[in-house]
T-cell receptor
Framework: KAGVTQTPRYLIKTRGQQVTLSCSPISGHRSVSWYQQTPGQGLQFLFEYFSETQRNKGNFPGRFSGRQFSNSRSEMNVSTLELGDSALYLC??????????????FGPGTRLTVL | AQSVTQPDIHITVSEGASLELRCNYSYGATPYLFWYVQSPGQGLQLLLKYFSGDTLVQGIKGFEAEFKRSQSSFNLRKPSVHWSDAAEYFCAVGRRDSSASKIIFGSGTRLSIRP
C-alpha cells in the first residue's frame, strides 16, 4: 500500500507570493490533517479535512486555507507569504472515523522557504 | 485545553545503554497518548499509542511507554538503544471528546547516540 505522498518536496517562494501544497492520502483514508513544523514553534496543527469538509482548525490566520477533493486528496494554500511561513508542512492521513484514536500516517513533508 | 511537555530538548546516550524520554501531559480526562519518531528529512512515524487498558504499551522497534495517571506522564523507554535510534521523538495527546483527528504535539526531544 502506497504511503502518504506530498508534492512538491521543496519549494522556494518570495514574500507576498502564494503557494499551493498537495497531499495524497493512503488509499481508503478519508481524513487529511495538515501541520506546520518550525524550529521555534514545533509541530502545530493547521486543519483537518474529512469527506471534503473542514472538521477542525488550528490557530492560524486566514491566509492559510485548504480543501479536500472527492478522492480525498487535499491541497493547502498560503497566500501573501511572510518570512515566518518558512517551515516544513506535514500532511497526515487517517481513516477518519474514530477521531483521535485513528492512527495518523505522515508524509515526508514539503519544505517551504520564503525569501 | 490539552497540552504536552517534553522537558528534555536533547539527550545523548551510549549505544547499548537504556533510554527514557519524559513526557507530561495536561488534560481534564484520560487522554489518548502517542509517541512519534522523526528521522532527519522524514515525516513522523508512530511508535506506540495508549487509549485505555494496560498502562504499559509496547510499540515498534523495541520501544515501550508507561501511562501513569497520578503523575500525568507517558514516558518512553527502550532497554538498549541502537545507533539507528538517533532521531527526534515527539509525544502527543489527543482528545476523547472530539470526532476530529487533531492531536497536540510536544516540542520534541532530540536523541543522539554515542558510539
Amino acid at each position: 500500500k502506497a504511503g502518504v505522498t506530498q508534492t512538491p518536496r521543496y519549494l522556494i517562494k518570495t514574500r507576498g507570493q502564494q503557494v499551493t501544497l498537495s497531499c495524497s492520502p493512503i488509499s481508503g483514508h478519508r481524513s487529511v490533517s495538515w501541520y506546520q513544523q518550525t524550529p521555534g514553534q514545533g509541530l502545530q496543527f493547521l486543519f483537518e479535512y474529512f469527506s471534503e469538509t473542514q472538521r477542525n482548525k488550528g490557530n492560524f490566520p486566514g491566509r492559510f486555507s485548504g480543501r479536500q477533493f472527492s478522492n480525498s486528496r487535499s491541497e493547502m494554500n498560503v497566500s501573501t507569504l511572510e518570512l515566518g511561513d518558512s517551515a516544513l508542512y506535514l500532511c497526515a492521513s487517517s481513516k477518519g472515523t474514530s477521531g483521535s484514536t485513528d492512527t495518523q500516517y505522515f508524509g515526508p513533508g514539503t519544505r517551504l522557504t520564503v525569501l | 485545553a490539552q497540552s504536552v511537555t517534553q522537558p528534555d530538548i536533547h539527550i545523548t546516550v551510549s549505544e547499548g545503554a537504556s533510554l527514557e524520554l519524559r513526557c507530561n501531559y495536561s488534560y481534564g480526562a484520560t487522554p489518548y497518548l502517542f509517541w512519534y519518531v522523526q528521522s532527519p528529512g522524514q515525516g513522523l512515524q508512530l511508535l506506540l499509542k495508549y487509549f485505555s487498558g494496560d498502562t504499559l504499551v509496547q510499540g515498534i522497534k523495541g520501544f515501550e511507554a508507561e501511562f501513569k495517571r497520578s503523575q500525568s506522564s507517558f514516558n518512553l523507554r527502550k532497554p538498549s538503544v541502537h545507533w539507528s535510534d538517533a532521531a527526534e521523538y515527539f509525544c502527543a495527546v489527543g482528545r476523547r471528546d472530539s470526532s476530529a483527528s487533531k492531536i497536540i504535539f510536544g516540542s520534541g526531544t532530540r536523541l543522539s547516540i554515542r558510539p
